[in-house]
């Protein structure tokens, strides 16, 4: 295998297909789509099924996760948030929290890194944000872009910087999931690559491939932690963002 | 909280010790389960970059794009630039009260904090 730290981002192409000059090929990245959402679908599933009133560790573990992101949204978007949005909320947490962890194992393929993925998620957070803000409440979710109190001298300025604001939520929001992914990726690789390197060196570089080893099995597990807190922190912003649809002029 | 008063005629020595202990887990538990949407100075120091420099680069395609389609080289892309600058640190000023509010400064606070090993 390849020492080169970006040899893991590489998709190959299992089935070639293209629409209209569109590559809508089968590839790698699709392929670890379906198995994140095909593993959060299995999990919640089997989990659930044996209904037991005294939860096994399986039924614990799905109903922790379901209750830690309800009360989230609850807290984030009031009674009428989470009975509109839960469902979606959850399914982008389960997904992303599952293709994280199936990147964690080595040699598979992460489909957080590559930011068309999460571009695409954040992207459908905002389309949700403007339908359902117009859809609900009209002209008041212009609202959003006039501050109350502002002199009209300034006004039109303001609601430029706040539109200006506004769009440049989905960008800051697919770009930390996927630079945190991305970059933990690449620093775990361009450590583990030292150690057949210096491995390679003879005698005092086996002893001294320790270290980057110890680095990075300390790396994995805090790559872990980044996998779990970014699916989460990706959730509650949806969360935050999704309260302004409901809710205009409450900044 | 009413149920950190001390109890009516003094409590004994012991008593106040475990009270003391008591309410060190609680705060320590009150701490850990907060809503807390970053755990670290380095991730809100990513945060902070991430809000301001999507704003910059959204303001200064906007202005691009009028530019674009509009023929007013290079006044688009100026305002726009300037403009995404000052919503970036709207985004940034935003993110801190949203932080500020969600992680408060104890009161009882030391005024002195040790920052010897920072």
């Known amino acids: 295998m390849s020492n080169d730290p970006m040899h893991q981002f590489q998709i190959e192409r299992f089935a070639p297909f293209e629409i209209n000059g569109i590559d809508a090929s089968f590839s790698t990245a699709s392929l670890f789509m379906v198995a994140g959402a095909g593993l959060a679908t299995l999990f919640m599933t089997q989990a659930m099924a044996p209904k037991a009133m005294v939860p096994g560790r399986m039924q614990v573990a799905a109903e922790g996760l379901y209750g830690f992101i309800h009360s989230m949204v609850k807290d984030a978007t009031g009674d009428e948030g989470v009975k509109k949005f839960f469902p979606f909320v959850f399914t982008l947490f389960m997904f992303i929290l599952m293709a994280n962890m199936l990147g964690m194992f080595p040699y598979w393929f992460t489909t957080t890194s590559q930011i068309v993925v999460t571009a695409a998620l954040a992207l459908m957070v905002f389309a949700t944000v403007l339908i359902v803000g117009i859809g609900k409440n009209g002209a008041k979710f212009l609202k959003l872009f006039v501050p109350s109190g502002v002199p009209i001298a300034v006004l039109p300025f303001v609601v430029l910087i706040e539109i200006i604001s506004f769009f440049s ?4 929001h697919a770009v930390r ?3 945190n992914i991305f970059a933990g990726h690449v620093l775990l690789k361009v450590f583990a690559g030292f150690v057949p390197m210096m491995a390679a060196a003879g005698f005092v570089g086996v002893l001294g491939s320790i270290l980057p ?3 990075t099995v300390a790396l994995y597990a805090l790559e872990f932690l980044v996998a779990f807190l970014q699916a989460y922190v990706f959730a ?3 969360c935050i963002y999704l309260n302004d649809a409901l809710h205009p002029g409450h900044h | 909280m009413a149920d950190s008063d001390p109890p009516p005629g003094g409590a004994p020595q012991d008593t106040s010790a475990l009270r ?3 309410e060190h887990a609680r705060a320590a538990h009150a701490r850990k389960h ?9 991730s809100l120091a990513m945060r902070f970059g991430g809000e301001f420099g999507s704003a910059v680069l959204v303001g200064a395609g906007a202005g691009f794009g009028v530019d ?3 023929h007013t080289n290079p006044w688009g892309l100026v305002i726009g630039l300037a403009a995404g600058f000052a919503a970036g640190v709207v985004n940034v000023v935003r993110v801190a009260k949203s932080y500020q509010s969600a992680n408060p400064v104890d009161p009882n606070a030391p005024s002195v904090p040790d920052d010897a090993e920072d």
């Open chain 2, 20 to 22: 003391a202990k008591v």
């Open chain 1, 213 to 215: 080893l110890g680095m």
């Open chain 1, 169 to 172: 939520r989905p960008l800051s």
């Open chain 1, 236 to 238: 509650l912003l949806t």
């Open chain 2, 68 to 70: 674009y389609w509009l």
């Open chain 1, 177 to 179: 999931l996927w630079a």
């Open chain 2, 34 to 42: 907060a809503p807390q949407e970053q755990t670290s100075a380095a």
